[in-house]
């Protein structure tokens, strides 16, 4: 079997297949937007907590030269911008921590050392009075930072260079997270690329004048190579090499990801990781540089792969991949085995002299199956994915990702101003919450990212803030103000049933059946159940079934969308809890000493809360409402509803809580052994802080009273 000897024929199939598995102009415009918006509300959540930090995300999840079969990791940067990294005296800043980059004839090309000045006069810093800590270190007559000086403490992570990587949580998606500095001015290293020019004319004039305004970030790593890999810091221009990667065209794009496969598929499984997608993306930007721009066309797809290819073979043969923007960093150096070298120079010579052949043998996505099938090698092949299922389910992994990203960015909001020494401030601080993003909706552009945080976070903070003033309320008064009420209109229309669950909930507490049960009956006619996914950012979620028209939406818009297909988890702070029913309240006290001791600080403060699925907690309110209201018949298709959804409904985030909530309903209707089934389920869902172990002494306890 050979391919058609036309190059043109096999790269416009090729370009065909890319296209069908998701490499397409519009699938990457919508990757790159979802990112940008979640690096976007990272940053605000940041600066509402008082946390001077900016976040990105880069790599090829955000710049859309991904398929689903790559199974690319996410890679986030954390930037601590209360640091002023400097490239020369006159940027020191007084009040701030200053950091001058410098060098010497031992730092290894791409990298510097940050000497620490003085806070008060731009001097050396006298820091060298002191011992050595983890901080600083004096060397060479100079207080230099360690860059082990800052680092990512997450539970079950592992070092991968300057990343902290989670890996290998079940269902998720591997997470590099670095962390680093910025420095406003472009570093010295790499004044001659702004002047450097290609055959390619790329990257154009104005693409470097804006990539000179990026500046560059120095991430916590030496060189492997160096003589001062504890001092050392990388400099990176990832925010420039993003710039590039957003103008390349969907050939380039397209070419980059066909080396990534080939890189995954034929070197890593006999060489490890010693090549990198980063080394793929470099030998492309020197490829563009060097090579005509009118090459870059669908119909030459094949012969721009097999030049890069060539050039990267180059490199290894030399053990030398300049760094596309500082040259003088050698990406390769130290990193490939003679062994190694070897084996990739044959694997890639082989590939280049098939002219293509090579790639009917990738499995990713199905390349090679889809290209034989295109080239009509092979015309009874099943796909097993059309291009319309894959851009699906591309586009729900996004907007589900985004979903759980606001629920998460919710609660962590709520965490920090539930902080034992806030917790009587917690009005104020939800208003400011609100304050400061009106204030960034006003400070930016009509169609900007920053506006689309703020229509998506606001009404989650202000129906939490109308369930904080109507707690307060019910405390005093035995009512709901109108004050309460407004804030709880903003919030109605956070996600499909939240907001008004929370309003529900509050006019129940003070005894208004009536409005109860219209916001209720309101709510369930939103809440399409064919379509609508609950969403919960208080566990580690794994989605094990998706429903069909929820996948359908998702492929139809972006982050306007979770308004009308997703429900988020209804919380209640210890401070709403006169806006909680008796039933639910049990769930702010489901903790033991023992499970406490057991808790993981970051990430299980919402413990203390009550917190619900939106559709079990719907049904649970109606139940109570009909039955306050003596309508029976709806009170028992309500307890039917509740008992379906908890059984049947997929991806409950807190189905351990619905099934408490349904043991009592269950105990009020004296089932007591349904009640009982109910709360051992429950405990075997979830083991630890589970209020149905207070439920079961409860329910043993009247039983033996009733005998």
Not at 226 to 235: A, K
Not at 320 to 332: A, G, Q, R, V
Not at 465 to 475: F, M, P, R
Request: proline residues 4%.
């Amino acid at each position: 079997m050979s391919l058609d000897p036309d190059y043109r024929t096999v790269s416009l199939k090729l370009s065909e297949v890319l296209n069908d598995t998701g490499v397409s102009e519009r699938m990457v415009l919508k990757r790159r937007r979802m990112y940008l918006l979640m690096e976007t509300m990272q940053t605000s959540i940041y600066r509402m907590s008082n946390h001077n930090y900016s976040h990105y995300h880069f790599g090829s999840k955000s710049e859309g030269s991904t398929t689903i079969g790559l199974k690319s990791d996410i890679d986030s940067l954390i930037c601590y911008n209360d640091y002023n990294v400097i490239k020369d005296w006159t940027e020191w800043q007084p009040g701030s921590i200053n950091l001058l980059m410098i060098k010497d004839e031992t730092t290894s090309p791409g990298y510097c050392l940050l000497q620490h000045l003085g806070d008060d006069k731009p001097l050396p810093s006298l820091l060298h009075h002191r011992p050595d800590n983890k901080y600083h270190t004096f060397s060479r007559g100079k207080v230099l930072w360690k860059n082990t000086a800052i680092s990512v403490p997450l539970a079950g992570s592992v070092k991968n260079g300057p990343a902290t990587s989670l890996q290998g949580r079940p269902g998720l998606v591997d997470d590099d997270v670095v962390l680093s500095f910025h420095c406003k001015s472009w570093p010295v290293e790499a004044q001659p690329w702004l002047v450097r020019q290609g055959v390619g004319r790329w990257p154009t004039e104005k693409m470097k004048k804006y990539c000179e305004t990026t500046g560059c970030f120095v991430v916590p790593v030496g060189s492997k190579s160096g003589l001062n890999e504890e001092v050392e810091w990388r400099i990176s221009t990832c925010h420039a090499e993003r710039c590039l990667m957003f103008n390349l065209n969907i050939t380039q794009l397209r070419c980059y990801t066909l080396m990534k496969m080939i890189l995954k598929t034929f070197i890593k499984p006999c060489c490890g990781g010693v090549l990198s997608s980063y080394m793929c993306k470099t030998v492309l930007f020197h490829c563009i540089q060097n090579k005509h721009s009118n090459n870059w066309r669908q119909s030459n797809l094949l012969a721009c792969l097999m030049s890069c290819l060539k050039i990267l073979q180059n490199f290894v043969r030399h053990e030398n991949c300049p760094h596309f923007i500082i040259p003088e960093n050698n990406l390769m150096a130290v990193k490939i085995s003679p062994h190694n070298k070897h084996k990739i120079l044959e694997i890639l010579q082989n590939i280049i002299q098939c002219e293509g052949h090579a790639l009917l043998e990738i499995p990713i996505d199905d390349l090679g199956r889809r290209l034989q099938a295109k080239m009509n090698m092979d015309e009874a092949f099943p796909y097993y994915l059309t291009p319309a299922q894959i851009n699906t389910i591309i586009s729900t992994q996004l907007l589900y990702r985004t979903a759980n990203l606001i629920s998460n960015s919710h609660r962590e909001l709520l965490v920090k101003g539930t902080m034992p020494d806030r917790i009587v401030m917690l009005h104020q601080i939800l208003s400011d919450y609100i304050f400061i993003l009106t204030r960034m909706y006003r400070e930016n552009g009509f169609n900007s990212l920053e506006k689309s945080v703020f229509k998506i976070l606001t009404p989650l903070l202000s129906f939490s803030l109308g369930s904080v003033i109507a707690s307060q309320d019910i405390n005093t008064a035995r009512i709901i103000s109108h004050k309460a009420l407004s804030w709880f209109s903003v919030g109605l229309n956070s996600d499909v049933a939240s907001g008004r669950l929370k309003l529900a909930s509050a006019l129940y507490c003070v005894g208004d059946m009536e409005r109860t049960e219209i916001v209720l009956r309101n709510t369930e006619e939103k809440y399409d159940l064919n379509t609508v996914e609950p969403v919960c950012g208080c566990y580690p979620h794994l989605l094990h079934y998706i429903k069909p028209e929820f996948l359908n939406k998702c492929n139809t818009g972006n982050e306007e969308l979770l308004k009308h297909i997703t429900a988020f988890c209804v919380r209640f702070l210890p401070c709403e809890i006169n806006c909680v029913p008796e039933e639910l309240k049990y769930e702010m006290f489901r903790s033991t000493q023992e499970d406490m001791l057991e808790r993981d600080e970051d990430n299980d403060c919402w413990m203390d809360w009550a917190v619900v699925d939106s559709l079990p907690y719907l049904y649970f309110l109606q139940y109570k409402t009909y039955g306050a209201l003596q309508r029976v018949a709806d009170k028992q298709r309500a307890l039917a509803n509740l008992v379906t959804s908890t059984e049947t409904e997929a991806n409950l985030g807190h189905r351990e809580t619905a099934l408490n909530l349904l043991g009592q309903c269950m105990e009020q209707e004296n089932q007591h052994i349904d009640a009982l089934h109910c709360y051992m389920i429950s405990l075997n869902i979830q083991a630890r802080n589970n209020a149905a172990n207070i439920l079961i002494c409860r329910l043993l306890n009247e039983l033996v009273n009733m005998q």
